[in-house]
């Protein structure tokens, strides 16, 4: 499957003029074999070119190995997204005019990065598609000691080669599905905040997360009844989903509530120190946990509550002095404070349709253990007994309207008409 990304960039029914760096996506078995020609349609065959891979992946994928004026193969052995490593292997390098990153999703920081302070195209060669970062521009690494999500560089070109993908463990599968099947919840977000906020929002780009969705879930289904994993289509729900990112210059569709406890199992903050999971797996306890809580609070008629700000109290309770003061400056300038808690109660006919959209607890349990993924906080984990206090507490750790921090301003009573 080859998807021509030309037709989502340009003017937009949304008012936007949306910019897209990533031409071309390739999604084949044996793509390997004609990637020269695919550097050729995107006008990149002719420049010098750098390949980057790791130890473990160079000896993995022997044969299948790409033409390059200069090879970098990185010890695999604690390879990190992290400036100083980055910038060391910078320093070795011959003059490119594109990089090409061979791997998983480290490696691809070290092509990300430097083609973006070089100024010049990175070309993307994913050997698993457990998650949806590969066609995006944001670079998670650590700069001077603390990890950050920054805008960087897309890939020019996109070549996942599916025999090489199908090699990696299940485990990395079931977590893709998780990063995809967020997008009940992240989409529902966008949607709520839209509403209540007039925060903007784009057709298009949430059409495109959808489309995503609807071919991860074809295929969850397809797994859970038959056991068969169709790699072509989970490969390009994760490469559609990206392409979001770079649309609308945030993960707006592809990360909401849910995605906030891959932070949470990241920053480790007291009482979570043992958790621990790949992103999908953190994403996917999380899109459960928010899918009940979304369910449930649907079934009920809030009243409008005064806006109160985060206190440091209970910020030092859930963080730590650790984590306390950078938490509070995410939230100095809370979204909430400019809302007007009577308008979210008027738009609640309007919320509660948005989460009729989303499956029920009942029908996504269901997948997630007929495709054995991981849902529960016991998975990663985490204390069962904190199920409650997970989605309020990692609301806290990126100011972003999601239905989960708007309920500080909003108080439940059981509706009397249900
Ligand atoms: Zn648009
Ligand atoms: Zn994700």
Known sequence: ?????????????????????????????????????????????????????????????????????????????????????????????????????????????????????????????????????????????????????????????????????????????TSGINDILSKYISLADWKISALVSGEDYCPMVAGLAEDALRIMRQAADEMAATGRIDYEAMTMAQMKSGLTMQLWENSRAASGAEHLMAHLVEMHPPRFESAEGIHGECVGVGTYAAVKEYHRLAALQPTAKPFQPLSRDWVLEKFGPRLCEGILEENAEDVLASLDPQQVVAHWPEIQQIIADIPSPEEMEALYRAVGAKYLPQHIGIDPALEAEMLPISAAIRNRLTLIRLCRILDFEPSQAR
Do not use: W
Not at 133 to 157: D, E, N
């Open 1 to 173: 499957m080859i998807l021509d990304c030309s037709s989502y960039a340009g003017p937009c029914v949304c008012g936007r003029t949306h910019q897209l760096e990533t031409q071309l996506v390739v999604v084949e078995y044996n793509a390997i074999a004609k990637f020269e020609q695919y550097m050729q349609q995107v006008g990149l065959a002719d420049k010098r070119r750098v390949v980057v891979y790791d130890s473990l992946i160079y000896e993995l994928t022997q044969g299948k190995h790409i033409r390059a004026d200069q090879e970098i193969v990185l010890p695999a052995q604690g390879l990190r997204s992290e400036d100083v490593l980055i910038e060391e292997m910078m320093t070795r390098l011959d003059r490119p005019e594109v990089i090409v990153a061979y791997g998983a999703g480290t490696i691809m920081d070290f092509g990300r990065y430097p083609a973006y302070k070089l100024g010049i195209p990175f070309v993307a060669v994913p050997t698993l598609a457990s998650s949806d970062g590969f066609t995006a521009s944001i670079c998670s690494v650590i700069l001077q000691g603390q990890k950050k999500s920054i805008r960087m560089k897309a890939p020019t070109l996109v070549v996942a080669d599916l025999d090489i993908i199908q090699g990696a463990p299940v485990r990395l599968v």
